[in-house]
C-alpha cells in the first residue's frame, strides 16, 4: 500500500507540476519529510536523500512534459538554453549548499521557501508584466491559439542570473526551479503564460539532469523510491501537459496554493519543535 502511494504521489505531484511549470518536486520532498514521521518505509529519510531522489524523478517528468509541450509548439528550446547558461552551475552550487543542512535547518527553510512560492502563485495573475525596452536584449514572437501574434523579450545577462537563482534551488531543495522562472518569464519578460510554462519545464529537465548527477554521486538517491516515484512522475508529466493545452489553471493554482501553505507551516512546525 505505501509503495503504491508513492506511484500517485509521483503522478499527483507530476500533473500539477507540469500544468504550472513547477517540476513537481516542491510536493515531492515536503510530501517525504513529512510522511517519513508516519510511514516505515520512508522512517529516517534525510533532507539530502529527499532532494536527490526527487531531483532524478523530476528528470521523468521534465522529458515527458517536454516532448508533449514541444509537439504543442509551445517550447522556446534556445532561450530555455540561454537560461541554462546560468541555471546549470546554480545547480552544482545548490547541491553543494544541501550537503551538509541539518534536518531542523532544512525544514524551516524550506517550509519558508514553500509559503513564499504561494504567496507569488497568488500575485503573479494581477501583476502586469514590465514593458519591454524598445531596443537590446533578446526579442521573440509568437502567435497564439487565436492567431495574435505577441511580443516577449529579456535581456541574456539577466536571464542567466535568475536561471543561476533557479538551479540553486533545483541542487538545494529538490524543486525544478520553475516555482521562481515561471512568475520571472511572465512578469519581466512578458512571456506568454503558456510559453512560460512549457519553457520551462525544458529548463526543469536540463537542470534536473545536472542536480541528480550530483546527487548521485553523493550517495543521495534512495532508488527503490525512485523506482516507485517515476511511473507515475512519466505518465503525470503528459496528462498535465495536455491539462494546460484544454484548461485554465486558476483553479488548480489556488488550491495548490493553499496545499503549500499548509504544508509549509507544517515543515516549519516540524522543525522548530522536531515533532
Not at 510522511?35 to 522512517?43: K, P, V
Request: charged share 10%.
Amino acid at each position: 500500500m505505501e509503495w503504491i502511494f508513492l506511484l500517485i504521489l509521483g503522478l499527483v505531484a507530476a500533473i500539477l507540476g507540469s500544468i504550472m511549470g513547477l517540476g513537481g518536486g516542491i510536493i515531492i520532498v515536503p510530501a517525504l519529510m513529512v510522511l517519513s514521521g508516519y510511514t516505515t518505509i520512508l522512517e529516517g529519510i534525510t533532507p539530502q536523500v529527499a532532494v536527490g531522489t526527487s531531483l532524478l524523478v523530476m528528470i521523468f517528468t521534465g522529458l515527458s512534459s517536454t516532448l508533449a509541450y514541444v509537439k504543442q509548439k509551445k517550447v522556446d528550446i534556445k532561450s530555455g538554453l540561454i537560461f541554462f547558461i546560468g541555471s546549470g552551475p546554480g545547480a552544482l552550487f545548490g547541491v553543494w549548499l544541501n550537503k551538509d543542512i541539518n534536518v531542523n535547518t532544512f525544514l524551516i527553510f524550506f517550509g519558508i521557501f514553500i509559503i513564499i512560492v504561494s504567496f507569488i502563485l497568488m500575485v503573479r495573475k494581477y501583476v502586469k508584466p514590465i514593458k519591454l525596452a524598445k531596443t537590446g536584449g533578446v526579442r521573440r514572437t509568437y502567435i497564439n491559439d487565436l492567431g495574435e501574434t505577441v511580443e516577449y523579450g529579456y535581456n541574456p545577462f539577466l536571464g542567466i542570473g535568475i536561471g543561476f537563482v533557479v538551479g540553486m534551488c533545483s541542487g538545494l531543495f529538490g524543486i525544478g526551479g520553475g516555482s521562481l522562472m515561471v512568475p520571472a518569464m511572465i512578469l519581466l519578460f512578458a512571456f506568454p503564460p503558456h510559453m512560460a510554462v512549457a519553457t520551462s519545464m525544458f529548463l526543469v529537465f536540463l537542470s534536473a539532469i545536472v542536480s541528480s548527477i550530483s546527487h548521485i554521486s553523493l550517495g543521495n538517491v534512495d532508488w527503490l523510491y525512485a523506482a516507485a516515484l517515476i511511473p507515475g512522475a512519466w505518465v503525470g508529466g503528459i496528462v498535465g501537459a495536455g491539462i494546460n493545452r484544454r484548461l485554465g489553471s486558476d483553479t488548480v493554482v489556488n488550491l495548490l496554493r493553499i496545499m503549500l501553505i499548509i504544508i509549509g507551516i507544517r515543515l516549519i512546525y516540524q522543525g522548530i519543535t522536531g515533532a
